[in-house]
């Protein structure tokens, strides 16, 4: 199976594509290629979306936060919004997708440990429906 091409998109880049990206790219490597994001990038990661995916074993410190021409891939076969609304542009891909995920700018660091554990479980079942679809019979072993 050739590699799927994944874009999670939010709004500034900083938090929950990044965490989105990281996971998919750490869990999923093998059938997905993650990109990510935002529709008004920030300057920087969010420190403490870099502190709750070091406490995951991902470390995302030294990533920049990214627009839309930023991309050096312009052809996706999914895009995944993260909760943007109008906010994210409309990008090309085979399917769209909408995960209505809170943004956890300016909250504790235990709600950036949910929203981390949502993004985690939420990227795993994503996995799991592209073997599903591109590997009829595969499903599970993500």
């Given at each position: ?57 991902i470390d995302i ?37 909408e995960w209505d995920i809170e ?40």
């Amino acid at each position: 199976m050739e590699k799927q091409k994944v874009l999670f998109v939010c709004v500034e880049n900083a938090c929950r594509s990044q965490m989105a990206e990281s996971f998919a790219n750490a869990l999923g490597g093998e059938i997905v290629e993650a990109y990510s994001a935002g529709s008004n990038p920030a300057s920087r990661i969010n420190p403490d979306a870099v502190k709750v995916m070091q406490e995951a074993g991902i470390d995302i410190g030294n990533r920049r936060c990214k627009g839309f021409k930023d991309l050096a891939v312009r052809d996706f076969d999914y895009v995944v919004t993260m909760g943007c609304d109008d906010i994210c542009p409309f990008v090309p891909a085979l399917r769209h997708i909408e995960w209505d995920i809170e943004d956890p700018k300016g909250g504790s660091i235990y709600f950036f440990r949910a929203v981390r554990d949502k993004i985690e479980k939420k990227v795993k079942a994503l996995l799991r429906l592209i073997i599903a679809l591109e590997r009829p019979g595969k499903i599970g072993r993500t």
